[in-house]
């Protein structure tokens, strides 16, 4: 039986040579190389060609969505899989957009993990059970079969301009009184957000706001 070869993107060493050793117990799978995450990164994808790319979303070294949208640039039959611990809908929606084709929480069970090696290497595209039966799963799911993010999920300029506000602190009475906007249709505005970014509350709104001006 040929085994499926896979590439390991993992910087803790430990989990890397766990994960490794693993998967080497695999009648039907192989790890061909592993990766701290690092510049030979890519180095190593051209040279080894594995058919599954086993990546960690949290790499401290390189940039994970960058990093999947080069691979899939370059490698195009190239399956690459996420791991993380629980990523966010909106980190998701990022990943698939630039090309992943599967996820695997780290909780995963052993069933779950080989699971989901073996099905992207077959094609399929997966997400983890957390997700599934959502809402949030279908605009994964569309975002996966046309390569982009439905224009259900965008910000409008007027959200846009109240998750400045509310990262400014503003009640939602401020903002009303700034945009000239009744209060309930500022409610009605900060509502879709929550829905748009699969977040829970004006504060997530301001952290994700910030986070979004770091980068």
């Known amino acids: ?13 430990i989990l890397r040579d766990g994960i490794k050793a693993l998967i080497n117990r695999q009648s039907d799978l192989r790890v061909v190389g592993a990766s701290g995450g690092n510049h030979d990164t890519l180095l190593q994808v051209r040279s080894l060609k594995p058919q599954v790319i086993l990546m960690d979303l949290g790499l401290r070294n390189e940039n994970g969505l960058r990093l999947v949208t080069t691979l899939t640039k370059e490698m195009p039959l190239t399956k690459v ?3 993380g611990l629980i990523p966010s809908q ?5 990943f698939v957009q630039a090309g ?3 996820f695997i929480l780290k909780d995963a069970t052993l ?5 989901t090696i073996r099905s992207v290497a077959r094609g399929m595209k997966i997400l983890p059970p957390l997700l599934t039966g959502s809402l949030f799963t279908h605009v994964v799911e569309l975002a996966l079969r046309k390569g982009k993010l439905p224009d259900a999920v965008r910000m409008t300029t007027r959200e846009r301009e109240i998750i400045v506000l509310i990262a400014e602190g503003m009640s939602n009475k401020e903002i009303a009184q700034r945009l000239n ?4 249709t500022v409610k009605s505005h900060i509502h879709n957000i929550l829905e748009k970014l ?3 509350s004006r504060l997530e709104i301001a952290t994700h706001s910030y986070q979004n001006m770091r980068n």
């Open 181 to 184: 906007l009744s209060t309930y």
């Open 81 to 83: 899989i996420g791991m």
């Open 90 to 94: 909106l980190d998701i929606i990022e």
């Open 198 to 200: 699969a977040l829970h």
């Open 100 to 102: 992943a084709a599967g």
């Open 111 to 115: 069933e779950d993990f080989l699971g």
């Open 1 to 13: 039986m040929k085994k499926t070869g896979i590439l390991l993107i993992e910087d803790n060493r």
